[in-house]
């Protein structure tokens, strides 16, 4: 079936610092969505992208179809961007499959 | 806009009852989706609609789950006989189109 791969799993990241996240699809996707879990768990879109690279703040995303993965940045790592970071990839089918998470821990 | 309603924010059951949780999509919206969501599992992606047609319910147990969209404003899951595997967090998404997911605040169930 359709499996979408999230790397890391979890991220410990200094206030200031930067990093990046990365999803891998084991089939061609058509768009991929990113997501932030906050502490109440409240999912938040961030992103949706059917190619290319979307930029908002401090937060940017890649998505290339062909390769089969999908990155998001963070630069500049702040206190409230701690939580839980979700990819989510739509299949042909429109059936959207999450990956498995990265716990971000930003820390003073 | 309200937002994603889903109802009741907490439910609890004894084993064996029978569990219905309710969502209702933002207005316009034609697509939508109900996951799942443990500590081992993660995100479970269940079934979804579109413009009130089941489109995918591959994701849904065999047995004992159902979920239906009987007009364009809410869409429920019901959980017959509930088994404590079934304790969960479940999450309920609208979107316009089948794009950007829009989730509701959820509804935890827990089965006793």
């Known amino acids: 079936g359709d499996q979408v791969e999230q790397s890391p799993s979890a991220l410990s990241l200094h206030e200031g610092t930067g990093s990046a996240l990365r999803c891998n699809f084991t089939?061609?996707?058509?768009?991929v969505q990113w997501f932030q879990q906050n502490s109440r768990g409240s999912l938040i879109n961030l992103f949706y992208?059917?190619?290319g690279t979307k930029e908002n703040g401090r937060l940017k995303s890649t998505f290339n179809s062909k390769e089969s993965y999908s990155t998001l940045h963070i630069r500049d790592a702040q206190l409230e961007d701690s939580g839980t970071y979700f990819c989510?990839?739509?299949?042909?089918?429109?059936?959207?499959?999450f990956g498995t998470g990265t716990r971000l821990q930003v820390l003073p | 806009n309200a937002g994603v309603i889903q109802t009741p924010r907490h439910k609890v059951t004894g084993k064996g009852q029978e569990a219905t949780l309710w969502c209702e999509p933002i207005?316009?919206?034609?697509?939508v989706f109900w996951y799942r969501q443990t500590i081992v599992q993660g995100l479970e992606f269940l079934t979804y609609?579109?413009?009130?047609?089941?489109?995918?319910d591959s994701g849904m147990p065999k047995e004992r789950f159902s979920a239906q969209m009987p007009n364009q404003s809410h869409s429920t899951l019901k959980i017959q006989s509930t088994q404590p595997q079934d304790s969960a967090v479940y999450l309920c998404?609208?979107?316009?189109?089948?794009?950007?997911?829009?989730f509701g605040s959820g509804t935890r169930l827990t089965v006793l």
């Open positions: 089939t061609t996707m058509r768009a």
């Open positions: 207005s316009g919206h034609s697509a």
């Open positions: 609609f579109r413009n009130q047609a089941p489109i995918d």
């Open positions: 989510a990839a739509e299949a042909n089918t429109n059936k959207v499959v």
């Open positions: 998404a609208s979107s316009l189109d089948a794009e950007t997911l829009y």
């Open positions: 992208l059917a190619s």
